[in-house]
């Protein structure tokens, strides 16, 4: 069965702070590891991983894709308080896609 | 393009009642999925369709839930009877399938169910 586990569960920053939100996964039949931001209700994509070693970028966020090691990381640097949400990671297997519990972000001014 | 079209956005019931929801997903996306997320946990998913047809309907209750795609387009979610722990958000999403890694999942803003 697929599998994907988020680490930490919560984490408390300040404004300014970089941080690392973490992903593994087990899977028999690996397409793409997606991150997503949930702020409210509706979950809004932020990056597609498929390759290893090849890092996504958008603005302050980047995220890494280890398929020998399977895990993935996300990076936040210079942190704001907006960046506060819970960060979801999905796993597509097939045509599945199956989320980790996510990692609950607070940024305190 | 227009989203992921869900409603109600917002909806009450008490226990043992009967509820449903609706999604539109965007169009000519082929996979739809339905997801309850209860607060403080990741979505789980419930029921996968491929055009019409069932892909996994692996953890979704059985017994008290059911969901269509009759023509392909549309979906409904229904609960029957609810019990208080269905109280969660249900996330409709849709995605297409360009290529070996399919793309991104689009959400729909999600349902809220209360159940009292």
């Known amino acids: 069965e697929d599998k994907v586990v988020q680490s930490p569960l919560s984490l408390v920053v300040h404004e300014g702070d970089t941080v690392t939100l973490n992903c593994s996964y087990e899977?028999?039949?690996?397409?793409?590891l997606l991150w997503y931001k949930q702020e409210k209700k509706a979950p809004t994509f932020l990056f597609m991983l498929t390759s290893s070693g090849i890092e996504k970028k958008s603005g302050r966020l980047s995220s890494i894709l280890d398929k020998k090691e399977l895990f993935s990381i996300l990076n936040i640097t210079a942190t704001q308080t907006g960046d506060s949400a819970i960060y979801l990671c999905a796993l597509g297997s097939g045509y599945a896609l199956n989320f980790g519990k996510g990692t609950s972000l607070l940024v305190t001014p | 393009e227009a989203g992921v079209a869900q409603s109600p956005r917002y909806k009450i019931i008490e226990k043992r009642q009967s509820v449903a929801f609706w999604c539109n997903p965007i169009?000519?996306?082929?996979?739809l999925y339905w997801y309850q997320q209860i607060l403080g946990q990741g979505p789980k998913l419930l029921i996968q369709?491929?055009?019409?047809?069932?892909?996994?309907d692996s953890q979704l209750p059985k017994d008290r839930f059911s969901a269509e795609r009759l023509k392909g387009v549309d979906s409904t979610l229904k609960i029957q009877p609810a019990k208080l722990e269905d109280s969660a958000v249900y996330l409709c999403?849709?995605?297409?399938?360009?290529?070996?890694?399919?793309?991104?999942?689009?959400f729909g803003q999600g349902t809220r169910l209360t159940v009292v």
């Open positions: 999403a849709s995605r297409t399938h360009r290529g070996l890694s399919g793309t991104e999942a689009f």
């Open positions: 899977v028999t039949n690996f397409r793409s």
């Open positions: 169009s000519g996306h082929a996979t």
């Open positions: 369709f491929q055009n019409n047809g069932v892909v996994d």
